[in-house]
């Protein structure tokens, strides 16, 4: 059968799962699943104190050291990091086959300075993927290094001739000269992103910038956290990754390093979902709320049945909630497949995906944590 019939076989198969999964309105909940419902609002206060903190860590592909240091913060006292040459942070646990890679991506969406013009603004590119009109006309932090200096995202002009792409943005810093921008100590080279918080929303909802990944970040700290090291009867090893959204370029480097040893990849990373006003619910929907989501497809890799059967068996004596579905995007375990590593990709349902306030719900961020950590333990 063709990659395409298979893809298109998944996505019925989904979508009738999706159509009987959620459970109507009213249904009985069982006192195991209420009892777990119950801890997993008990433990939202520990995953905002350590995703407030990732979230407003600033690391823009390939200048992720603030955010890894972050990480580093936030591991248990047992763990042994690892800092390759690319800049992934590794953490292992156990020892033996088969090996079992966890992997969430370090860095965020923004810019880099390519020229500085002799009026003192400063020319961009886009550093991911991303819709740069959401910048436009909004303050701008400057990343040189050894601190951060305020600026705006210059307006664009308008447009005598009607084009296919707009103008890309530019920066103003305030100077009127290239040498005036050069004595702030900013250079071609520094990335550029918007200044960003962590914010609690109504109920259990938070919004921010960089919640893709920092999410995925969290919920391998919230497992590591909670892991018993002596439960771990094989190797699993943790990463957090670099340069994600510029070409999975970190990941690649941890599967060159890893090679055929590597039994299975989980990368953790957002499910870009439809649960939002306007889009349609026919693709991509996953409820936010309702607990973490296993990308059965996306556009860089088809996870077998098999294993996302087997993240139900793992998961469902734990009453952590699972949905399954198919979104969008890429993700860091796709680029093990030539290693013959099958790639199960775990997120989280996420709106306004790559926009300055995603929205996501904390419990789901607990419940992704109990699933790593259940994984790596029972599996």
């Known amino acids: 059968m063709s990659a395409r019939r298979v893809a298109l076989a998944l996505l019925v198969l989904l979508a009738l799962e999706g159509q009987g999964g959620r459970g109507a309105e009213g249904q009985q909940v069982s006192p195991g699943a209420a009892s777990a419902a119950s801890s997993v609002l008990q433990r939202v206060p520990e995953a905002e104190a350590i995703l407030g903190p990732l979230v407003e860590s600033y690391g823009v592909s390939g200048m992720e050291a603030p955010v890894r240091e972050t990480v580093m913060r936030f591991l248990p006292g047992w763990a042994k990091p690892e800092t390759d040459s690319a800049g992934n942070l590794w953490v292992r646990v156990g020892e033996g086959a088969p090996t079992v890679v966890f992997i969430a991506h370090l860095d965020e969406i923004g810019f880099r300075i390519t020229a500085v013009g002799e009026d003192g603004l400063a020319s961009l590119e886009q550093e991911g993927g991303f819709y740069s009109s959401l910048f436009e006309g909004r303050p701008a932090l400057v990343h040189t290094g050894s601190r951060s200096v305020p600026a705006v995202f210059a307006p664009r002009a308008p447009d005598a001739e009607p084009r296919h792409t707009p103008p890309a943005l530019r920066l103003d810093l305030g100077a009127g000269s290239r040498a005036a921008v050069e004595a702030l100590g900013v250079r071609v080279g520094n990335t550029v992103t918007m200044p960003k918080n962590y914010q609690r929303l109504a109920g259990a909802r938070a919004t921010g910038r960089s919640f893709d990944d920092r999410v995925g970040c969290t919920a391998l700290l919230l497992a590591l956290r909670r892991l018993d090291p002596k439960r771990v009867h094989h190797q699993v090893i943790f990463v957090w990754s670099v340069r994600e959204e510029i070409g999975l370029e970190g990941a690649e480097v941890v599967a060159q390093e890893l090679g055929l040893t590597v039994a299975r990849v989980h990368a953790i990373d957002t499910f870009v979902s439809s649960d939002s006003p306007l889009e349609l619910k026919t693709f991509a929907f996953a409820p936010l709320g309702q607990g973490p989501v296993a990308r059965a497809l996306d556009n860089s890799a088809i996870t077998p049945p098999t294993l996302v059967d087997t993240l139900r068996l793992v998961t469902r004596p734990r009453f ?60």
């Open 320 to 379: 952590i909630p699972l949905q399954i579905g198919a979104t969008n995007g890429g993700n860091d375990g796709s680029v093990f497949a030539p290693w013959g590593a099958p790639d199960a990709a775990v997120g989280w349902p996420l709106r306004y995906s790559h926009s300055p306030a995603e929205v996501s719900d904390l419990r789901d961020v607990v419940s992704l944590g109990d699933l790593v950590q259940a994984v790596a333990e029972g599996w």
